[in-house]
């Protein structure tokens, strides 16, 4: 499978970012997240189609590294750069792509134009970033970009397709044609057949003998007409699909789990963005995901599991995956933007719950040298260590371990992306 730069990106654009830019342009987190979700495939697919354009090459050679916070408080300073780009990848399309989105997500038009250079600056970035780390000359960010072909077109979320983004056949020269099946002639537009009557030259109608074989087809084609439509409806509004499902246990076992269901397009979610909720913290709400890291530590000290636990030894088996806490690649002490979002939520809780303490374990995937991962998952979990020390809850702090690869279940020889699940910092309670 190839890189999915989508999954480089992602975790600047995480709950963080949404939460900040809603505040900053006055619209709601889920239009924002839907916004984001419809973007990121397009952004990615314009640079794709303008892989071996060298404007665009230059852009991506020149560009820093994304401070997407920072660029959000108006603080950027690369906008013309930017601006070239999507006027490069996008040319007549681009607006047509601002107000669709805009529709789409249900924010402003204003909004949405912000947005897209935000997305468009940190997709340049961390694509720069990514070849700057492994040595990638113009060649091979054109290598890159053109590997995203066979794979973006799988990326929009339900209820966008190049089509409905008002960019028409942008997308051909390179097939991704996924909204091309979809591109049916309503039921309502289907051509109706020309019924035409033939006269003899003097107006009258000719014998009615011998139009008695076509006047069959008179009625059996509307009626073939009108089965057909109503197959097409059928089929659009119900189908099947199956959904795979990975679970990642806190003993770091990964559970696959796949069904297949019947589900309502008319009905379905248009968003594939998970959206932070309110997590109930004693009365103080925190952004957090149902069934994320703060989700369920909460819940474990409301229920006196805690208290209850005679010992380290009944704790040390139970993790808590950072859902979005990310280091820039290689770095030991350079957070993602977003991430300290959910370090903050882990400081709430240890200082709402003041005797409990906590171990910080830092993990990678089975590529490289394991010496090298062994020190980079160390180094990091002792920084995050550092840094909740000095928001005041250090003493709560036990210990700070990397384990490397120790405990990565996804083989080396797997996609990136597919290795993302054992790249990960985590928390456990101790005693």
């Given at each position: 499978m190839s890189l999915n730069i989508i999954d480089l990106i992602k975790g600047q654009l995480g709950p963080a970012f949404v939460t900040h830019a809603a505040s900053q342009y006055g619209e709601s987190e889920s239009g924002?997240?839907?916004?984001?979700?419809?973007?990121?495939?397009?952004?990615?697919?314009?640079?794709?189609?303008?892989?071996?354009?060298?404007?665009?090459?230059?852009?991506?050679?020149?560009?820093?590294?994304?401070?997407?916070?920072?660029?959000?408080?108006?603080?950027?300073?690369?906008?013309?750069?930017?601006?070239?780009?999507?006027?490069?990848?996008?040319?007549?399309?681009?607006?047509?792509?601002?107000?669709?989105?805009?529709?789409?997500?249900?924010?402003?038009?204003?909004?949405?134009?912000?947005?897209?250079?935000?997305?468009?600056?940190?997709?340049?970035?961390?694509?720069?970033?990514?070849?700057?780390?492994?040595?990638?000359?113009?060649?091979?960010?054109?290598?890159?970009?053109?590997?995203?072909?066979?794979?973006?077109?799988?990326?929009?979320?339900?209820?966008?397709?190049?089509?409905?983004?008002?960019?028409?056949?942008?997308?051909?020269?390179?097939?991704?044609?996924?909204?091309?099946?979809?591109?049916?002639?309503?039921?309502?537009?289907?051509?109706?057949?020309?019924?035409?009557?033939?006269?003899?030259?003097?107006?009258?109608?000719?014998?009615?003998?011998?139009?008695?074989?076509?006047?069959?087809?008179?009625?059996?084609?509307?009626?073939?007409?009108?089965?057909?439509?109503?197959?097409?409806?059928?089929?659009?509004?119900?189908?099947?699909?199956?959904?795979?499902?990975?679970?990642?246990?806190?003993?770091?076992?990964?559970?696959?789990?796949?069904?297949t269901t019947t589900v309502n397009n008319a009905a379905a979610d248009m968003s594939s963005t998970k959206v932070d909720e309110d997590i109930d913290l004693n009365g103080t709400p925190l952004k957090g995901y149902k069934g994320g890291m703060e989700d369920r530590m909460i819940a474990f000290l409301k229920s006196d599991g805690y208290k209850n636990a005679q010992n380290d030894d009944a704790l040390k088996d139970t993790w808590y995956n950072f859902d979005h806490v990310n280091f820039k690649m290689g770095s030991a002490n350079e957070l993602e933007a977003g991430s300290e979002g959910q370090l903050q939520n882990l400081v709430a809780i240890l200082k709402a719950y003041s005797d409990v303490k906590v171990k910080i374990g830092g993990y990678t995937d089975k590529t490289g040298d394991e010496n090298t991962n062994q020190k980079l998952s160390d180094d990091r979990a002792k920084f995050i260590r550092s840094w909740l020390d000095k928001q005041g809850v250090g003493s709560q702090i036990t210990g700070a371990d990397g384990y490397g690869s120790e405990f990565a279940t996804v083989d080396a020889s797997a996609s990136d992306a597919e290795r993302a699940v054992d790249r990960k910092m985590a928390v456990r309670f101790a005693k």
């Open positions: 924002i997240s839907k916004a984001i979700g419809g973007m990121l495939p397009a952004v990615v697919g314009g640079l794709a189609n303008n892989s071996d354009n060298p404007l665009v090459l230059d852009a991506i050679m020149n560009s820093s590294s994304p401070d997407i916070l920072n660029n959000l408080s108006g603080n950027s300073s690369n906008n013309s750069s930017i601006a070239s780009v999507l006027t490069q990848i996008f040319g007549d399309k681009l607006n047509g792509l601002i107000n669709s989105v805009a529709t789409y997500a249900g924010i402003s038009n204003n909004s949405s134009n912000s947005l897209l250079n935000l997305v468009t600056g940190a997709t340049v970035g961390t694509i720069s970033r990514y070849a700057i780390d492994n040595n990638l000359d113009k060649a091979g960010i054109s290598g890159l970009l053109n590997d995203q072909q066979g794979v973006v077109s799988t990326l929009l979320p339900a209820g966008l397709s190049f089509a409905s983004l008002s960019m028409g056949d942008w997308d051909a020269r390179y097939k991704f044609d996924n909204d091309r099946d979809a591109i049916n002639m309503p039921a309502q537009e289907e051509p109706k057949p020309e019924v035409t009557r033939s006269t003899t030259l003097n107006g009258t109608f000719p014998d009615r003998n011998k139009d008695k074989d076509g006047s069959i087809w008179k009625w059996l084609l509307p009626l073939l007409l009108l089965i057909a439509a109503a197959y097409f409806i059928w089929r659009q509004c119900e189908e099947k699909e199956t959904t795979t499902t990975t679970i990642v246990t806190d003993s770091g076992e990964v559970v696959t789990d796949t069904a």
